[in-house]
């Protein structure tokens, strides 16, 4: 896969210096000149590109190198910005920061570096001055394989304040800057526990994101950006390639993979559903918070993460889908959880308020809300072989979460082993396989195992085989 696609990386110093802000305002005020642009979200966070595909009118995929492999990075940013005038990509936490201390793994800098991709800094200089050109200096020498091509300043003071940082910047550190945004209260993201609210969830998204367009538009040079973005190299890098689904399985042509999207579950990698599709599978969303049984015809379940435990009392009151999975489940359903899904299948989840809510009870024990959060990336191997997976392959994941599983009982299988890593020497086993379901906190990216979809439908259609079987005998 290769091409030609204009393209910048927004990056930043660190974490909360108005990257998803300025992207989202940069895709929508782009769009609006009629440009095609394609969002693209480093690491492996499923909130903030919400934004992006709001403001794009696309889906934004995640560019993570240490989920993916690297090597496919430039085909898969080839791939889907086929078509598109020009791609933005917000990076993740600082710059230079990945998996660990000790290099770029992980990091928004590999990113850049390994697709060629020019970065534009967005600095908070809220309490700066001239010290902004020493720190755009710094990033920009940090690692000459790095291009950075630009500045944008964020939560400036007064036109008077930009004016000075500008000044230093472009005379100190010798890159132009692009424009500035003001302090401004009307157009801060609203935050929770695991970061920014997710647009899946009711707000006043497109106001948001028509006051931020409109600040973008009037003090960001887009003519400047756009021709920084022109200056990108081709795109080099290898197809991807999905082990097919034999047809000849029972007969059954079509596969129903029902996916649980809404407000209570939205943590999905648009590639892991582009995946199944590509594998065969008709992937059909449905509500557990609002529908009331399963999409007609669904061969497997793909539950996965999002906020269970702020629409907890939602999801128990739902008792009409419950029943239905839990039949299914019954009838041998493959079932695959991640993270919040996993607290779904569980008998109850416990509120950060202590009130407890009954969910499907297909997983003994409950999720019990914490004040602690779990995080980072994870390498993992699955216990034994499953519908999904064989012992011993060994796949990447993360976690992200507060909830704990309360009252697991020790006779109940695992689903994987996560291996000793940067941070921990020793082994520990995590999530659970029974029956047909497969559960577990870890979130996987199915880029760096795509024949994953493949089995994911295979089940699918082997389960639609019997049921269909069964009825006629």
Known sequence: MHGLLPRL???APMSGSGKTTITAGLIAAL???????APFKCGPDYIDP????MAAGRPCYNLDPWLIPPEQLSGMLARRGSGASLALIEGVMGLFDGYAGED???SSAQVARLTGTPVVLVLD??????????VVAGLRDFDPRVQVAGVILNRVGSPRHARMVTQAIEHGAGLPVLGFLQRDDAIALPERHLGLVPTAETGRWQNWLAEVRARVEAGIDLDRLVALAHTAPALHGPDLTIPPVRHESHGMDRSIIAVARDEAFSFFYEENLDLLRAAGAEVV???PLHDSHLPVGTGALYLGG?????????????????????????????????CGGLMYLTEEVVDAAGARYPMLGLLPGCSVMTSRLTLGYRTVRPVADNWLWRAGETVRGHEFHYSVWQDRPEWLAYAYTCLPDAFRSDERPEG???ANILASYIHIHWLACPYVASRFVAAARAFRAGQHSGATQ
């Not at 769009?31 to 642009?37: E, F, K, S, V």
């Not at 435990?309 to 359903?333: C, F, H, K, P």
């Open 306 to 338: 999002g906020f269970p435990e702020l629409y907890a009392a939602g999801l128990s009151s739902n008792t009409a889908v419950r029943d239905a999975i839990r039949a299914a489940a019954g009838r041998g359903l493959p079932i695959y959880a991640e």
């Open 9 to 11: 990386l927004l990056a």
């Open 432 to 434: 659970a396989q029974c």
């Open 125 to 134: 200089v809220r309490a700066m001055a001239r010290t902004a050109a020493a």
């Open 50 to 53: 919400g934004y992006h595909a």
């Open 285 to 287: 969303c449905f509500s």
């Open 31 to 37: 769009a609006a000149r009629g440009l095609t642009i």
């Open 104 to 106: 770029d793994a992980g």
